[in-house]
């Protein structure tokens, strides 16, 4: 098709070859060409947090990343958290600790807390950490600031920040 | 958003080559641009992805000093080990601006250049000097609480938004170029200009240049600390922010930088109180001067008087903070 650019891109483990509008977000064409519609559209500009995949291990907001620009990427969704093994620990978590009400800020919640888990455990700070050079423990502070990035509008937060404490002391 | 042509450089030089035929947006990111192309405030009619030139490299310099590639990312730059050890002000600052989400898309280049979050600039319902070059300024006289009260104009009153670019004014650093006319380099200070009655003119980039890195120069001998205030405790725009270096040696200011964010249309460094503090005693007197030198020639709109006040404290509380 004119203008239309072939993007090769590894979602949950699956190949999928594609021909896609440049202006296509990497969000539209998980919800709209593949059909995996877990991943949520909430304010479409970067600000809420709900449409937070892992693309290439690292958690990204999917509103504003162009598909193509995602051309032999792997991406991972909500859709692929039950089977690993980390995204079920939070998932039954969530469950365990009412992390969610509503729930359309929930998969992007997951999402960003198993990428969340990965960037502390290979030691990087956050705003609120005091010493920058030392080891970093997971207090309330520090994950309330690490999950600064995901609004809950029905305020799950004291939940949400439960249930990331019981799966991080394992 | 309007539609264009999509073209990935593989190399610098294609991607140069690429502007130089006409008009271009460089995608590198994207966290700025594409929100920017959703709301057709920008309307590139081809775009040229960056993001996979070989430019995301932090190296050092034999100098001492350090280089952060143009496309590293604002979170890769703030987990570095040697940006935390010998820059902390500048992981700070990375670490007080935007999500972790955000953090993992922005590059370095992209944070200097990205654009203001002024609504009226967004809000294409609005008047605007900087999107529409001679339509007036709703800003000014509207909800102006978030604009600036240093540099601005008649024209202009947004603030450049960037947290990263405070604590690189303060330690000086150099912003390197590349375009069709060959590379260049430029004192960050310099980078950005004042709006004075061409608002849309924002930085001295010529046409088709490109970001290539940034140099830090050796962390010189100083204490140093990013104070930022907002409206919540994170995610979000500073109301102000300062990035402070100060080296007291018996009782006597040896060295002293000052650098003000969210207070003006780029990274406002103060240098007239740095002259103030610098040879004088470390006191609260002399603190105080300082602080209020900062701010002179502040003009305040009508809802953001408060900011003189804010910058005023912060840098006063930093200044005894660190001596």
Same mark, same amino acid.
């Given at each position: 098709?004119? #203008? ?30 593949? #059909?995996?519609? #877990? ?109 600064? #990035? ?21 | ?38 709301e057709e405030v920008e309307r ?8 996979? &030139? ?16 143009? &496309? ?22 990375? &670490? ?7 953090? !993992? ?5 992209? !944070? ?63 912003? !390197? ?41 050796? =962390? ?18 500073? &109301? ?23 207070v003006a249309p780029k990274p =406002? ?29 502040a003009r305040p709109l009508r ?21």
């Amino acid at each position: 098709m004119d #203008g239309h650019i072939p993007v090769h891109l590894n979602v949950n483990g699956q190949a999928h070859a594609l021909s896609l509008d440049p202006r296509t977000t990497l969000l539209d064409c998980l919800r709209e060409r593949l #059909g995996l519609t #877990g991943t949520k559209k909430g304010c479409d500009q970067g600000a809420c947090g709900a449409c937070t995949v892992l693309l290439g291990g690292e958690r990204v907001n999917s509103c504003l990343v162009p598909a193509v620009q995602c051309d032999g990427m792997e991406v991972v969704t909500i859709e692929a958290m039950a089977g690993h093994g980390l995204g079920a620990k939070v998932q039954e978590a969530f469950l365990t600790h009412d992390g969610f009400q509503c729930g359309y800020c929930t998969s992007g919640q997951i999402c960003s807390i198993v990428a969340m888990l990965g960037e502390h455990r290979d030691g990087r700070p956050s705003a609120v950490t005091e010493d920058l050079t030392g080891p970093v423990a997971l207090t309330d502070a520090e994950i309330r600031e690490r999950m600064a #990035g995901n609004l809950c509008r029905c305020g799950a937060y004291n939940g949400i920040v439960a249930a990331v404490k019981e799966v991080a002391a394992g | 958003m309007r539609e264009f042509g999509y073209v990935r450089a593989a190399t610098v030089a294609e991607a140069i080559g690429l502007a130089a035929e006409g008009p271009v947006a460089y995608l590198a990111g994207g966290t700025n641009l594409v929100d920017l192309m959703r709301e057709e405030v920008e309307r590139p009619r081809r775009v040229v992805d960056i993001s996979r &030139l070989p430019l995301s490299a932090v190296e050092d310099l034999p100098d001492g000093g350090l280089r952060l590639g143009a &496309l590293a990312r604002n979170a890769h730059v703030a987990a570095d080990d040697r940006v935390r050890r010998r820059y902390p002000v500048l992981a700070r600052a990375l &670490l007080r601006g935007a999500s972790p989400q955000l953090r !993992n898309r922005a590059t370095v280049g992209g !944070n200097l250049l990205q654009r203001t979050r002024c609504r009226y600039f967004y809000d294409l319902g609005a008047a605007c000097n900087k999107r529409a070059p001679g339509t007036g300024c709703e800003a000014i006289g509207g909800f102006d609480r978030g604009h600036a009260i240093l540099g601005a104009s008649e024209s202009c009153v947004a603030v450049h938004p960037s947290d990263m670019c405070v604590a690189l004014a303060a330690l000086d650093a150099t912003v !390197n170029l590349t375009g069709p006319e060959g590379d260049r380099s430029v004192p960050v200070s310099d980078l950005h200009l004042l709006p004075g009655d061409t608002p849309q003119v924002e930085t001295v980039l010529r046409s088709g240049e490109l970001v290539t890195s940034v140099d830090l120069p050796p =962390w010189p001998p100083a204490r140093g600390a990013y104070v930022k205030v907002r409206d919540r405790a994170s995610y979000a725009f500073a &109301l102000v922010s300062v990035a402070v270096l100060v080296q007291v040696h018996e009782g006597t200011i040896t060295l002293a930088r000052i650098a003000l964010g969210g207070v003006a249309p780029k990274p =406002w460094r103060a240098y007239a109180a740095e002259e103030l503090l610098t040879g004088a005693a470390a006191d609260e007197r002399t603190f105080g001067a300082a602080a209020e030198e900062a701010v002179v020639g502040a003009r305040p709109l009508r809802h953001n008087g408060f900011k003189a006040e804010l910058a005023r404290r912060l840098i006063r509380r930093t200044l005894v903070k660190l001596s």
